[in-house]
C-alpha cells in the first residue's frame, strides 16, 4: 500500500524496497515522467519510465510494482511494471485547510481546497489559479490548455494533489495543488450578485461563534478608517471594536473615512481579518 512507502525514513527508502500497489492515478502529464497514485491508505508520487510506454492518464485503476527511492521531500517509487485495469472515479479527496498543506504532511494525498480565486493565467507549462483561504494563498495548477480565467472571482472547492516544493535540503519551500482537469473544480459562488446588498454584520459581532456561517461566506460590514496603506492593509473600527481588512484594491482611504467593506472571514495568526475584500 502507498503508506507503507510513505511511512518510510528517508534513508530507508533510499535502499530501494519492493512495492507493488493498486490504485487510481490522481494526477500525471503527457509525455511526463512524474506521477500520483493513489490506494485505500493515501497518496504516493511515483516516477515514470518512458520505457513503460505512455504514462496512465488520471482516473485510471492501474497495478503497479516497483521500489521505494528518495523524493524531492518525502519517498516515493519508481516504477518498473504496471497493469492497467480501466477507468474508476476519484476517490474522495481530504478536506484541508491551508495550515495542513503548508506543514507539508499531506504532500502526495489527494485533497480538498475550498477557496477564492483572485487571478488566473498561463505560467510555463501549466494554467495557474492564485487561490485565497481562510488564512493564506496557495497556487493550484491545471493542464496548459484548461479555460480557467472564467473562475476570477469566484468561490471554488478544488480537489487535487497536494505537491510539496522543496530545496535541495528537502526543507520545504512551497505547497500547491495539482488538478486533474476541470471536472475536479466545483463553483460554489460565482460571485455574480451585488455583495453590497447584503445585510451588514456589526464589526463586534465578526469574530463570535455563529453556527451558520462559513468561511466561505462573504461579509458585509462598516466602520471607521484607522489606517490605510499602499500595500491593501486597512484596519476599521467602530465602537471600540475593530478588524484587520486585507484588499487589492487601491483606491486610497484617509484616516476618519466612513466605509462599507465586504470580504471574505479569516485568521491572522489569533486575529480575525476579512481577507479579499472590496470597498
Known amino acids: 500500500p502507498a503508506d507503507s512507502a510513505m511511512e518510510l525514513s528517508l534513508a530507508q527508502a533510499s ?5 507493488e500497489i493498486t490504485g487510481v492515478v490522481t494526477w500525471s502529464q503527457p509525455n ?9 491508505s493515501g497518496g504516493v508520487g511515483v516516477e515514470w519510465s518512458p520505457e513503460l510506454g505512455e504514462v496512465p492518464l488520471p ?5 503497479r510494482k516497483g521500489t521505494t527511492q528518495v523524493g524531492q521531500f518525502a519517498p ?15 476517490p474522495r479527496p481530504e478536506s484541508i485547510s491551508w495550515e495542513q498543506a503548508m506543514m ?3 504532500g502526495a494525498q489527494w485533497v480538498k481546497v475550498t477557496g477564492f480565486v ?5 505560467e510555463g507549462g501549466s494554467a495557474r489559479l492564485s487561490i485565497s483561504t481562510a488564512s493564506g494563498e496557495m497556487i493550484a495548477r491545471m493542464a496548459p490548455d484548461s479555460e480557467v480565467s472564467g473562475l476570477v472571482g469566484s468561490v471554488v472547492s478544488l480537489s487535487g494533489v497536494c505537491v ?4 535541495e535540503d528537502r526543507r520545504l519551500r512551497n505547497v500547491e495543488l495539482w488538478i486533474p482537469n476541470l471536472d475536479n473544480i466545483e463553483v460554489l459562488d460565482s460571485g455574480d450578485l451585488d455583495h453590497f ?4 454584520t456589526p464589526l463586534e459581532q465578526l469574530d463570535r461563534f455563529d453556527s451558520n456561517r462559513s468561511f466561505n461566506e462573504r461579509l458585509r460590514t462598516q466602520g471607521t478608517v484607522l489606517h490605510w496603506d499602499s500595500q491593501g492593509r486597512i484596519y476599521i473600527g467602530d465602537g471600540g471594536n475593530g478588524i484587520r481588512v486585507h484588499t487589492r484594491q487601491s483606491e486610497q482611504l484617509r484616516r476618519g473615512d466612513r466605509v462599507v467593506v465586504v470580504g471574505f472571514q479569516g485568521r491572522d495568526g489569533k486575529r480575525p481579518v476579512l481577507r479579499e475584500a472590496v470597498y
Do not use: N, W
Request: charged content about 20%; hydrophobic content about 40%.
Open 197 to 200: 446588498a447584503r445585510t451588514s
Open 104 to 106: 507539508g504532511l499531506s
Open 59 to 63: 482516473g485510471q485503476l492501474v497495478y
Open 164 to 167: 510539496v516544493d522543496a530545496d
Open 76 to 90: 516515493e517509487f519508481k516504477a518498473s511494471s504496471f497493469d492497467d485495469q480501466g477507468s474508476i472515479f476519484f
Open 15 to 19: 535502499q530501494g524496497h519492493p512495492v
Open 118 to 122: 483572485f487571478a488566473a493565467q498561463r
Open 32 to 40: 511526463g515522467m512524474r506521477m500520483f497514485l493513489q490506494d485505500s
